[in-house]
């Protein structure tokens, strides 16, 4: 999953930035919100969180131009202040969620997971594909017999691939939700990370999951191909 992390405060916003990375999430820092809304234009998030105190253009008029033009990723709001008024304004701009600073990172976790659960082809905490289930509350992932133990940039990969069950998702569409935008040499390192899902995720049991669907990308599909 990829989120885009929008805070003037270069403390803060590195320090979100880095708490996600080390959870597997890509991750995009603008400082401000003309640099906010030039990212969303050129990449495809899963996830925006967004400061309300930014300078020039604030975060409420970010939200407010965000959806005018018919973006619909979920928006989770940082606001400073618990006051009412600021919440209401929030939601009204078009969030989907605010958290008040400061907040505990385990909860930034909890809210991005309820909002991207939000997405219809995810309901609940764990996916599953076939016999693979994958909990993204624990981020334990299993098939019948065993736990699987992933690096987080693989969890993150066979998140997304199991987020999407049985679509064709090309190498760059996986490039723009598990890495970022500095990213080079994305082709060989996305085949290297799905040669090892596969060998700890198929190699030890006869029905494959993840399908090499030729020029195109990959597939996750309990669907066998012939
Ligand atoms: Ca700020």
Known sequence: MRVLVVE???????????????QGYGVDIAYDGDEA??????????????????????????????????????????????????????LDSGADDYLVKPFAFAELMARIRALTRREPAATGTVLRV???????????????????ELTTKEYALLEYLMRHPNQVLTRTMIAEHVWNYDFDNATNVIDVH??????????????????TVRGAGYRISARQMV
């Open 8 to 22: 003037d405060e270069r403390r803060i916003a590195d320090f979100i930035g880095k708490g996600l990375s080390e």
């Open 37 to 90: 809304l030039h990212w969303v234009d050129v990449a495809a998030f899963d996830v925006i969180i967004l400061d309300v105190m930014l300078p020039v253009r604030d975060g409420l008029e970010v939200c407010r131009t965000l959806r005018e033009t018919g973006l619909r990723t979920p928006i989770l709001m940082l606001t400073a202040r618990d006051a009412v008024e600021d919440r209401v304004r929030g």
């Open 130 to 148: 076939g016999d693979l289930v994958l909990d993204t509350t624990t981020r334990e992932v299993s098939r019948p017999g065993q736990h699987i």
């Open 194 to 211: 799905i040669r090892n899902l596969r060998r700890k995720i198929d190699d030890p049991l006869p029905t494959k999951l993840i399908h």
